[in-house]
């Protein structure tokens, strides 16, 4: 049987993080990542906006402010010189009337206080400058912003590493001196998992009871047309609704090229199903027979039944559009990709805000890594090493 010093389980982005942490932290020890697919970032690191947050959004102090600021500077320093395709475009956040006015100062004192450089009010004619077809009463510019594709990073980060991949092997459990697959036992002596979706799964085998269950909210994304590309020249987000950690549809431009619009936020009854009707037994029976996921129904259908409607009907998906982009028509939109947040509920029925990250009784677990995951994906891979390792 194979031995290693290190496993870590899960080829999205965290895992790739902890890989090169350990490669680099660990010259001689032998490391092996696995995953169950038969490509690397198949799941949400593959399919997200693949935006360098700068840190604006996230409580002051929390692991999710600490991780997004240490890990923001520690992906641009890890793009930089390993050649990966990146750009400090910088984004706007628009208010549109006093409310989201009100909110935006409230998200500019929090940045702020986070440490970011250069926030501030564009006037009417900054604006028109830099986003032509943008509307806004008021707009905040967060000029650290940038654009990667994240499974590039991830593909870096494992090549920087030189350890060994092992794609369509599946973790299934765990043992005493290492891990269950679907192709035989491999032993290691630390196992570290980064399984987003399946993250709650995999803990619960281990003993893990954090009171948490990963609840699948999916993003569905339209792209501009190659004509509309023109209205958006940057990064355009609306004000975000606080009741709830996803950042509202906005207009993202990709590092490959092109534009997105979105991504919505709609519950989903299949963890890895990215069509509009996919359904899984297995995920929706865990969902529905969860406390969580009623009191979240009850406390939020409003906002939920508006998403659905958004994710069925081209129409309302526009009109939340054309709030920041008023020129917008319906013949610039061209339908997208979509992507699923792996998003942690308690039993109360509340999203938790926070990444989350426990000890096992033979793993360490991630356990909530959603937004801003992917960028502060370095940081985070620090705190992994610095907890799970002694
Ligand atoms: C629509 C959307 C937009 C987003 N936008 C942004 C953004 O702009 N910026 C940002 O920073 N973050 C963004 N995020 C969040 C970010 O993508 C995630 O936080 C990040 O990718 C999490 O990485 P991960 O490695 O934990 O999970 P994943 O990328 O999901 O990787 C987990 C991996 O584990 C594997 N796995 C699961 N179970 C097993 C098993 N039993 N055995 C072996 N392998 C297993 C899976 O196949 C998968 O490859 C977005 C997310 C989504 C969905």
Redesign the pocket.
């Known amino acids: 049987m194979e031995q290693y010093d290190f496993i870590v389980?899960?080829?999205?982005?965290?895992?790739a993080a902890v890989y090169y942490k350990l490669a680099t932290a660990h010259p001689e020890a032998k490391i092996v990542l696995?995953?169950?697919?038969s490509a690397l970032?198949?799941?949400?690191?593959g399919?997200?906006?693949?935006?360098i947050?700068s840190g604006l959004y996230y409580k002051p102090g929390s692991l999710k402010a600490r991780t997004c600021l240490d890990g923001y500077r520690q992906m641009l320093d890890f793009a930089a010189e390993h050649g990966v395709k990146h750009d400090v475009c910088g984004k706007i956040v628009a208010a549109v009337g006093p409310e989201e006015e009100a909110r935006l100062e409230t998200l500019r004192l929090r940045g702020a206080e986070n440490g970011l450089d250069g926030l501030r009010y564009l006037s009417d004619q900054e604006l028109r400058e830099r986003e032509p077809e943008a509307s806004a009463t008021k707009a905040l510019l967060v000029p650290q912003t940038g654009i990667i594709h994240?499974a590039d990073a991830a593909e870096a980060m494992l090549a920087a590493g030189r350890g060994a991949v092992r794609l369509n092997?599946?973790?299934t459990g765990f043992t005493r001196d290492g891990v269950q697959t679907s192709t035989g036992r491999i032993r290691g002596k630390h196992v570290l998992v980064?399984?987003?979706?399946?993250s709650d799964r995999?803990a619960r085998l281990d003993g893990v009871d954090a009171g948490l269950r990963i609840v699948p909210f999916r993003?569905d994304y339209y792209e501009l047309s190659p004509r509309a590309q023109a209205k958006v020249r940057h990064l355009i987000y609306p004000v975000p609704d606080p009741n709830f950690p996803f950042l509202g549809v906005h207009f993202t431009r990709m590092i490959h090229g092109g534009v997105e619009c979105g991504?919505n936020a709609v519950f989903s009854f299949a963890r890895e199903g990215y069509t509009k009707t996919a359904f899984d037994a297995g995920d929706a029976a865990a969902a529905l027979s969860y406390a969580g996921t009623w009191k979240l129904f009850a406390k939020h259908w409003r906002y939920g039944l508006g998403e659905y409607e958004r994710a069925f009907s081209k129409q309302k998906f526009l009109a939340a559009l054309q709030r920041l982009i008023p020129s917008l028509r319906p013949e610039d939109l061209q339908p997208g990709r979509a992507?699923?947040?792996?998003q942690a509920l308690r039993r109360d029925g509340s999203l938790e805000d926070d990444f989350v990250l426990r000890q096992g009784e033979r793993a360490f677990h991630?356990l909530n890594?959603?937004?801003?995951?992917?960028?502060a994906s370095l940081a985070i891979a620090d705190e992994i090493l610095r907890q799970a390792i002694p």
Not at 9 to 15: E, L, T
Not at 34 to 37: A, D, I, P, T, W
Not at 47 to 51: A, K, L, P
């Open positions: 389980v899960g080829g999205g982005i965290v895992g696995l995953e169950k697919e970032a198949s799941h949400q690191t399919r997200n906006s693949g935006v947050h994240y092997t599946q973790v980064c399984a987003g979706l399946q995999l993003g991504p992507g699923i947040r792996a991630v890594a959603p937004s801003p995951a992917a960028t």
